[in-house]
C-alpha cells in the first residue's frame, strides 16, 4: 500500500494560494481594461468635443458660449491626466499581480513536482515488494516441490 505524500497538505495551500493569486489577477486585469477603457472614451469624447468647438467657433460663437466650450476642455484634459494616472496604477498593479501569480504558481510546480516524485518512488517500492513477494514465493515452491 502506498504511504500518503507527506507534504500533501502543503501542496493543497499552494493550490489555494495560487487559486487566490489567479483570481485576484483577474480582478486586476479588469480593473486595467476598465480604465483604459474609460480614458479611451474620455479622449474620444475630448476629440469630438474639440471637433464641435471648432465647427461652432467657424459659425461665430459668442464669448460666453467660447469661454464655456474652453473650460469644458479643460475639464477634460484634467479628467484625462486623472484617468492617466489612474492606467498607470492599475498598470503597475496588475504587473505587480502577475509577479504574485506567476510566484504562486512556480511554488504551486515545485510542491506538485514533489509529489510526483512520491508517485513515481512509491509506484518503484510497491514493484520491488511485489517482485520481492512473487520471488519468496516461487522460493517456497522450489523448496516445497523438492521436499
Known sequence: MPRPFSLQT???LMQSRS?????HLARLIASERDATNKLSMLQQYRDEYTERFQKAAQDGLRQAAWHNY???????????QQQTAEVSQQQTQTAAGQANWQ????????????????????ARREV???????DEFAARRKDDDHD
Open 103 to 122: 510566484q504562486q504558481r512556480a511554488r504551486l510546480q515545485a510542491f506538485d513536482a514533489l509529489r510526483e516524485r512520491h508517485r513515481a518512488d512509491e
Open 128 to 134: 520491488r515488494q511485489e517482485q520481492k513477494a512473487q
Open 10 to 12: 502543503v501542496l493543497e
Open 70 to 80: 474652453y473650460e469644458f476642455l479643460n475639464r477634460l484634459d484634467e479628467a484625462i
Open 19 to 23: 487559486d487566490e493569486a489567479t483570481q
